[in-house]
Nanobody, 121 residues
Framework: QVQLVESGGGLVQPGGSLRLSCAASGSIFSIYTMGWYRQAPGKERELVAAITSSGGTNYADSAKGRFTISRNNANNTVWLQMNGLKPEDTAVYYC???????????????WGQGTQVTVSS
């Protein structure tokens, strides 16, 4: 099994910053893409940012210029640095990883439990 454990959420004022962390552990052969998604009340889950094992990144338009995703392949960790936070960034943020647990098995998506980010004055 593979576990993704997130940390770093909380309450922040508009314009503030937060850094989310996600560590993957368990039966991992290799991890392909890691990413962050978010889901606000009444809305669908959406991609915020993703990063490949070689460092290629992809950002939602709403995150470009404000958020930065990074990862450490050696310890299977991904971070999301969020600056210039806005009330509309309020959501539960979920870590995602595309994991290969063994060469003979197909890759599979895993999700963290989510961490709440609230941007409010």
């Amino acid at each position: 099994q593979v576990q993704l454990v997130e940390s770093g959420g909380g309450l922040v004022q508009p314009g503030g910053s937060l850094r989310l962390s996600c560590a993957a552990s368990g039966s991992i052969f290799s991890i392909y893409t890691m990413g962050w998604y978010r889901q606000a009340p009444g809305k669908e889950r959406e991609l915020v940012a993703a990063i490949t094992s070689s460092g290629g990144t992809n950002y939602a338009d709403s995150a470009k210029g404000r958020f930065t995703i990074s990862r450490n392949n050696a310890n299977n960790t991904v971070w999301l640095q969020m600056n210039g936070l806005k009330p509309e960034d309020t959501a539960v943020y979920y870590c995602n990883a595309l994991v290969l647990v063994a060469p003979v098995l197909p890759k599979r998506n895993y999700w963290g439990q989510g961490t709440q980010v609230t941007v409010s004055s």
